[in-house]
């Protein structure tokens, strides 16, 4: 009598009747996912509170406005991946002030044109995740990001290697942009302990 391969219970098994799809399973996102996130309160660790105290480079400042500021993402999908942030923490787009809403607006059109100069990509997704349910990270502290987008950036590497691939070093971004930033524009904020 001829006996056949060993059963083996695999995860196909146990997760019921097989439906074609591959699983990826990813539990350590669940560390992001019950992790602490910043509080309705001010710079309670919060990284939009805590950057334009920084100076430029080391809080990754691109710009800084009056009411508002433009900082590069810490963990961007594509090199240029702004945000555009009130200085004030709110976490809303209706808790702006009317002053708040016309700098965000002309901020973000500068953050495209500045791009656009530094790296002239083929298009741009523009969007603000509001409530963790959104997608926001963080979502006590409003942000839009600018996010350039060229033919092709997008394949299998973020999905099957896990890895995001960035040919440049955020500094070597945040300074291209800086350099193509529009002269016209809001009254820069004075930063962290300088004179206005």
């Not at 997760?15 to 309160?41: C, I, N, Q």
């Not at 939009?48 to 500021?69: M, N, Q, S, W, Y």
């Not at 942030?85 to 002309?106: I, K, M, N, Q, S």
Request: hydrophobic share 40%; proline share 9%; with cysteine.
């Amino acid at each position: 009598m001829t006996e056949g391969p060993p059963t083996v219970t695999g995860a196909d098994e146990l997760a019921g009747t097989a439906d074609g799809f591959e699983r990826l399973w990813t539990p350590h996102r669940m560390a992001y996912v019950k992790g602490d996130r910043p509080s309705r309160d001010a710079g309670t660790g919060c990284p939009f509170c805590a950057a334009p105290g920084k100076d430029d480079a080391e809080g990754l400042i691109v710009h800084r406005g009056r009411t508002c500021f433009v900082v590069l993402n810490l963990f961007p999908y594509n090199p240029g991946h702004l945000l555009v942030c009130p200085y004030r923490h709110v976490p809303l787009y209706v808790d702006l002030t009317d002053e708040e809403t016309a700098e965000f607006t002309a901020l973000t059109k500068q953050a495209i044109r500045a791009v656009e100069a530094a790296s002239g990509p083929a298009g741009y997704n523009l969007g603000i995740n509001q409530g963790d349910v959104a997608g926001a990270g963080v979502a006590a502290h409003l942000h839009q990001h600018v996010v350039p987008r060229w033919l092709g950036d997008a394949n299998f590497l973020p999905i099957v290697g896990r890895t995001k691939a960035l040919p440049q070093l955020l500094e070597d971004v945040r300074r291209q942009l800086v350099a193509a930033w529009p002269a016209s524009g809001p009254t820069p904020r004075p930063a962290e302990g300088e004179q206005a």
